[in-house]
């Protein structure tokens, strides 16, 4: 029997949902799905420049599946540019969670874990 799968945090909802090549209509062209828990990896790991085992952990996932997770993302975007595809982003197993902003170093904390803050003076 297969054990279920946790539910992965996500801290943020995309504003955007779908992204196509300029001049193609979307109905026209192959569409690739980026789903919420790999749009929460790449956000964390390459927007906030988080390390893997930080950003695993704000997602309530292991290490070495945050980082399955970050290459199958990046794997799906550099497909579709490549080779012209849409990107969809929806699905997963997930679940949202409001997180707060470090006034110090501005990095994301889980409303229920203790921050060290690793700059000056936190």
């Given amino acids: 029997?297969?054990?279920p799968r946790?539910?992965?945090?996500?801290?943020?909802?995309?504003?955007v949902k779908a992204f196509k090549p300029v001049g193609i209509p979307f109905r026209m062209i192959e569409n690739i799905t980026l789903t919420l828990d790999e749009y929460?990896?790449?956000?964390?790991?390459d927007y906030e420049e988080l390390e893997h085992l930080e950003a695993a952990e704000?997602?309530?996932?292991?290490?070495?599946?945050f980082t399955r997770l970050i290459e199958s993302a990046r794997k799906k975007i550099a497909t579709a540019i490549i080779e012209g595809k849409a990107i969809t982003v929806e699905g997963g197993n997930v679940a949202?969670?409001?997180r707060e902003r470090c006034r110090k170093c501005n990095k994301e904390i889980p409303p229920t874990k203790k921050h060290n803050c690793k700059e000056q003076g936190g």
């Fill in 1 to 3: 029997m297969v054990r």
């Fill in 58 to 65: 704000l997602m309530n996932i292991s290490r070495p599946t």
């Fill in 6 to 15: 946790k539910l992965r945090l996500i801290g943020k909802k995309p504003e």
């Fill in 40 to 45: 929460e990896a790449l956000r964390l790991c």
């Fill in 96 to 98: 949202f969670q409001e």
